[in-house]
DNA sequence: CATATTTTGTTTCACCTGAAACGATCTTGT
DNA sequence: ACAAGATCGTTTCAGGTGAAACAAAATATG
């Protein structure tokens, strides 16, 4: 007997939508960044510069999605677009200097929601729940699932 | 600076993705069934009859969906649409005769796939992981996040 | 009672989405 | 060097999405 309260697939997508929505209440309206717009930022803050189809990888959204995103943050003057010297087809995209300080103000908007959404979890499960998602990740590898 | 790798909403919003489309490999093609009119006849399974707004409750979909879900269910002869009785807003939907042997032929391979997907983890780490849940939708809740 | 307000489900509309087609570029094999 | 094929990113297009407007029905208020 199916109980949809213990199905984990359903429990992990609304609970993981009800979050998106969450955090972008954060930054939507406040700096006009929309979802796709936010996880390039987030995947840029880390590592730069990147190909799209880097962000396409690291960020689990289809090349289609990414290029809208991408497209939208150059032209608004918070992505530099380039290409890839050795190989035009690259981009290389990177923060201009206003792309920096846009996302110096939003990720610690986003760390802080997230200090406050995690706030009741200790530390230990807080790493277990981490570690747990790892190891579900790394099991739809095996299984074959993209 | 904001890690990504333990940023937990996109953690969870990447394995949500991966699960939800994996699983729906399962019954998208075999059955014709949508990932709403999935998530539909889910909620059905475990009650009956519901109205959409029951529906909607605990599904976490919003109304137009549920509507678009139920209607096109309800063509495809799976679903029954009566009104209740007392109140003629209500609709109260359960299961045609198909529309159970239906479900009965697709929760099995839903809760196969999920078997197969949690093989990795012990009994009691599967307890942890939705307690998290749980605890976090909790908290979600708290924070008036709807 | 009469009317205002609320609730339920559908529909509209502008936008978003992703699979597929595409042009451009690079790589492989001969 | 050349053709065939692969890869990268954009665009197209058919369909999905959700906020808001809506109609129908119930409930609350004076």
Not at 27 to 48: H, K
Not at 70 to 75: H, M, N, R, W, Y
Request: overall charge positive; glycine content about 6%; proline content about 3%.
């Amino acid at each position: 007997m199916l109980q949809l309260d213990s199905f984990l697939p359903y429990r992990l997508n609304v609970l993981a939508k009800r979050v998106s929505k969450a955090l972008a209440r954060q930054y939507e309206d406040r700096f006009g960044i929309s979802i796709p717009e936010w996880r390039v930022l987030a995947i840029l803050g880390r590592e730069q510069p990147l190909s799209s189809n880097d962000i396409v990888d690291r960020s689990q959204m289809d090349k289609a999605k990414v290029s809208r995103a991408v497209t939208a943050l150059v032209e608004r003057g918070i992505l530099a677009r380039a290409t890839h010297p050795q190989d035009q087809r690259l981009l290389r995209l990177s923060f201009t200097a206003e792309g920096r300080a846009l996302y110096d103000r939003v990720a610690p908007l986003a760390l802080d929601w997230e200090r406050d959404f995690l706030a009741g979890l200790t530390a230990e499960e807080r790493a277990a729940l981490l570690g747990l998602v790892d190891r579900l990740e790394k099991r739809l590898g095996e299984m074959g699932e993209g």
